[in-house]
């Protein structure tokens, strides 16, 4: 008879060698930004390791024969035999409002050489995606200031929502002029650049903070210098930043620049540790990967405090090719997708969003009901558009209705274009739709469209009416006589002004 069946765990001293299999090992080999280990056995995934009391790792594979660590720091000084030992502790980040206006690594140590002292405060890294009775719905907008997208693809707060397009399309801008906007709307921001060149990220942080929104915003940054792991790391960080200020009942918008650096980094990794690629050579658990991520962008319910992760990713495209692996993950993955493109940004339509290829599944649950009102048939002129576009040579060819909408398609894209950085509040955007609306833009050449809009929208600003009516205005649930006057007389006035010094 097996008289240990009912010792205690506990009370059971395991002899030293077990103990020392368990929690302690040897470098078997070396690769670039990699160890190979024995021993460690009760290791576990994300676990933080010792290597010869000197260097943190992180066990990135739990392969058969050896257990796959990967060094936070390039270091050439790691070699065979060297002793690892287990912290017995998964990875988790450090916390904290001190976090606000640094630039970090994935490590949290800010990178200005600062000091953050002790935040006191961690949180897990790789934590599990919210349970689903803890999730509410999509109900408030996360303004932009982005007309196009405010108005077509609304995002809410809580809301996933891809940023996707090749190369120099203006990805990271729309997500630098979103953060910009977020000043005075009580939003934390996160910016996580990864596999970015160092210069670039500086210049993010300078450009954030010209605008003044460095001081809510924090920058994780996983430069393309830093090793692996860390590029690995970066969002998860930043992730854990989020879930913390998100407890406290806060909304938090959290970019990743890029998901495909970080899918490539995670890839790199994993063909160093010899794990069987899978399509495009990325490894079988890239869709996990991204998944239990950008799952963790929630609207909780009032129950669980009422704090909100928005998410932005953003991945790159090949040639417009929206079906390779990594892109079509995540736009399965999000709650809808900006898709940019080079043909539209370099004919100098910018923001160079596609409207036919965009959607925003939930958030215009959360848009306010009169830009909902006042932007229902706008993807519809901008899909007719778009087909009638090509007749456009043989213009007497096209009647009266078609003529109409195409002059109105090409009057709402010139109203679309947005240079950098100039927000449009609530009240401005809806002074742009309405004018749109009423055909005020009709009769204006198609060429001075722009300019006489940007003029409107700086009446705006300085009309006392209209500023009158842009306090009202959030709690307005559709446009009353006393707007619609206070809307025609800027526009009727402004537009007498403008289209008199034109001649
Ligand atoms: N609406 C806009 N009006 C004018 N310039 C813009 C606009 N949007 C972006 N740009 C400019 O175009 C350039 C490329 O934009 P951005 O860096 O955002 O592109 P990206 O898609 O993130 O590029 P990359 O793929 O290299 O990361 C930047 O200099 C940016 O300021
Ligand atoms: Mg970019």
Request: proline share 4%; charged share 20%.
């Amino acid at each position: 008879m097996n008289k240990q069946i009912n010792f205690d765990a506990d009370k059971f001293e395991l002899p030293v060698d077990l103990e020392y299999i368990k929690n302690y090992g040897r470098v078997e080999r070396v690769a670039d930004g990699i160890i190979f280990c024995s021993g460690l056995e009760a290791a576990r995934l994300h676990e933080v390791v010792i290597i010869n009391q000197q260097y943190n790792g992180l066990v990135l594979d739990l392969g058969e024969e050896f257990l796959g660590v990967g060094l936070f720091e390039d270091t050439n000084d790691i070699c065979e035999g060297m002793e690892v030992v287990s912290t017995k502790t998964i990875f988790s980040s450090p916390v904290g409002d001190e976090l606000l206006g640094k630039v970090i690594n994935s490590l949290s140590t800010p990178m200005d050489g600062s000091s953050l002292g002790e935040t006191g405060k961690s949180y897990p890294a790789f934590n599990v995606v919210p349970p689903i009775m803890t999730i509410d719905g999509v109900s408030r907008p996360l303004i932009t200031g982005l007309s196009i997208i405010d108005a077509i693809t609304p995002i809410g707060r809580g809301q996933r929502q891809l940023i996707l397009g090749n190369r120099q399309t203006g990805k990271t801008q729309i997500a630098i002029d979103t953060i910009i906007n977020q000043r005075g709307q009580d939003v934390r921001c996160i910016y996580v650049a990864i596999g970015q060149k160092l210069s670039y990220v500086a210049d993010v942080a300078h450009t954030l903070k010209t605008y003044g929104a460095l001081e809510y915003t924090t920058i994780v940054s996983a430069a393309a210098n830093s090793s692996l792991t860390m590029q690995y790391l970066a969002p998860y960080t930043g992730m854990a930043l989020a879930e913390f200020w998100r407890d406290q009942g806060k909304d938090v918008l959290i970019v990743f620049d890029n998901l495909s650096k970080h899918a490539d980094a995670y890839r790199a990794i994993t063909l160093l540790f010899r794990r069987p690629p899978g399509r495009e050579a990325y490894p079988g658990d890239i869709f996990y990967i991204h998944s239990s991520l950008l799952e963790r962008a929630v609207q909780l319910n009032e129950a669980n405090g009422g704090g909100s992760i928005t998410a932005l990713p953003i991945v790159e495209t090949l040639s417009d090719d929206i079906t390779s692996y990594v892109p079509t993950n995540v736009i399965s993955i999000t709650d809808g997708q900006l898709f940019l493109r080079s043909d539209l940004f370099n004919s100098g339509q910018k923001p160079a969003v596609d409207i036919g290829l965009s959607v925003s599944r939930v958030g215009g649950d959360a848009q306010h009901p009169i830009v909902r009102k006042l932007s229902k048939n706008l993807t519809l002129i901008l899909s007719q558009f778009d087909e009638l576009k090509e007749f456009l040579a043989f213009d007497n060819s096209l009647d009266e209705e078609s003529l109409k909408t195409i002059t109105n398609g090409q009057i709402l894209l010139e109203i679309f274009k947005q240079p950098i950085v100039t927000p449009n509040a609530l009240a401005q955007l809806v002074l742009l739709l309405f004018t749109f609306q009423e055909g005020f833009f009709i009769d204006v050449p198609i060429e001075q469209v722009h300019a006489f809009k940007t003029v409107l929208l700086e009446k705006s600003l300085i009309d006392t009416d209209f500023s009158a009516l842009s306090q009202r205005l959030p709690e307005l649930s559709e446009l009353d006589e006393a707007a619609i006057v206070v809307c025609t007389q800027l526009i009727v006035q402004t537009k007498e002004a403008f289209l008199w010094a034109q001649d």
